[in-house]
């Protein structure tokens, strides 16, 4: 009867810990596309220079003030060496995430970011010489073949955002891998994470808005309307990042990898229905079928990363034992992928 009660409590505890995070994650995306497309705040760098510098100070409160989780403590000279070039690929995912919603849908933005897994594998394949199962690269073409199919049949196609949501497929993927390598020995959550990296990010963009957005910014100021509602509308949305952040720490610990990989994917398709039902962006019949597809491909990929991870050694079809240490790098960190 208990083992009942318990097993009841962690399954509610599990799906209340999925609501969450789709709903952060959901409502930060929409709030961006609202500033850029609605408040005609069209200034992708000093909205994220704002969510780094909520984030760092959320993270700074969770940590030092309520202390929500102990603080890992890192090494002066690491700081620099390991996390530094971290922050500044991490500023580079999240500046780019936030260019292309400027400028292409939310449906088509969220479809895109999808092709992370392929340009992670591609990337560890080229660069690194890494060895993946056949049937990893067998999931990988549902993912390629809807957006191909997406990419022809929006109507909203802008090659600028296009590229960007590509790039930071690719930052995504460089984060992750670089991750595994430069912060080995620390065994970091989402928390910390974001307590070291959010700082250096910060101070690596604000320069660039403050040179590239800031006379903008200066006009927008002068000549909005509804200036009161808009700010704190833009910093609600810094906020919510940083709160993203937490959800994602909480859901980690409430639920298993594969629940997480399959919550994921169905993440995408809420936020595709809801930014529909907002901004009433067309989606053609194939663009819909293209989305679709590609998210079939992402669940199947993270069903087979985690049946290999099952395997034990000497199962057919196991991986070869790999060549040097570079090869022992994991594919993708399957929960920490989706910061601010």
């Known amino acids: 009867m208990?083992?009942?009660r318990v097993c009841q409590w962690s399954v509610i505890r599990s799906f209340l810990a999925i609501l969450q995070w789709w709903g952060f994650n959901v409502?930060?995306?929409?709030?961006?596309?609202?500033?850029?497309?609605?408040l005609d705040?069209?200034?992708?760098?000093?909205?994220?220079?704002?969510?780094?510098?909520?984030?760092?100070?959320?993270?700074y409160i969770a940590i030092k003030v309520l202390k929500v989780k102990p603080l890992i403590t890192v090494d002066p000279e690491d700081r620099w060496r390991r996390i530094f070039p971290m922050s500044f690929v991490f500023c580079i995912n999240i500046v780019l995430g936030n260019v292309s919603l400027r400028y292409i849908p939310v449906s088509f933005?969220?479809?895109?970011?999808?092709f992370t897994p392929a340009t992670t594998v591609v990337l560890q394949w080229l660069v690194w010489r890494k060895y993946f199962d056949w049937r990893i690269w067998a999931s990988l073409v549902p993912i390629v073949g809807g957006i191909l199919l997406?990419?022809?049949?929006?109507?909203?196609?802008?090659?600028?955002?296009?590229?960007?949501?590509?790039?930071?497929?690719?930052?995504?993927?460089?984060?992750?891998?670089?991750?595994?390598?430069?912060?080995?020995?620390?065994?970091?959550?989402?928390?910390n994470t974001v307590y070291y990296m959010a700082p250096f990010a910060t101070m690596i963009l604000t320069l660039p808005a403050l040179f590239l957005e800031g006379p903008g910014v200066w006009v927008w100021f002068h000549t909005h309307e509804t200036l009161c509602s808009s700010l704190i509308l833009i910093l609600t949305s810094g906020v919510l990042a940083f709160c993203l952040n937490f959800s994602i720490f909480y859901v980690i610990h409430s639920t298993t990898a594969v629940t997480f990989n399959v919550a994921g994917n169905m993440k995408v398709a809420v936020a595709v229905m809801v930014s529909w039902l907002i901004f009433r962006n067309p989606i053609p019949a194939l663009n819909a079928v293209g989305c679709g597809v590609t998210l079939i491909g992402c669940t199947f990929y993270g069903y087979v990363r985690h049946k290999l991870?099952?395997?034990?050694?000497?199962?057919?079809?196991?991986?070869?034992?790999?060549?040097?240490?570079?090869?022992?790098?994991?594919?993708?960190?399957?929960?920490?992928?989706?910061?601010?």
């Open 109 to 114: 933005m969220q479809t895109i970011k999808s």
């Open 27 to 38: 409502t930060v995306i929409i709030m961006n596309k609202w500033i850029f497309q609605k």
């Open 309 to 340: 991870s099952q395997q034990t050694p000497g199962t057919p079809k196991t991986p070869r034992t790999p060549r040097n240490r570079m090869e022992m790098i994991p594919l993708v960190n399957e929960k920490l992928d989706d910061k601010v």
């Open 41 to 59: 705040f069209k200034f992708p760098l000093t909205v994220s220079c704002i969510h780094f510098i909520c984030s760092a100070i959320g993270a």
């Open 150 to 191: 997406t990419s022809v049949t929006e109507l909203s196609f802008n090659m600028f955002g296009f590229c960007a949501a590509l790039f930071g497929c690719l930052a995504t993927s460089t984060k992750t891998i670089l991750a595994e390598s430069l912060l080995h020995g620390y065994k970091f959550d989402s928390i």
């Open 2 to 4: 208990e083992e009942s």
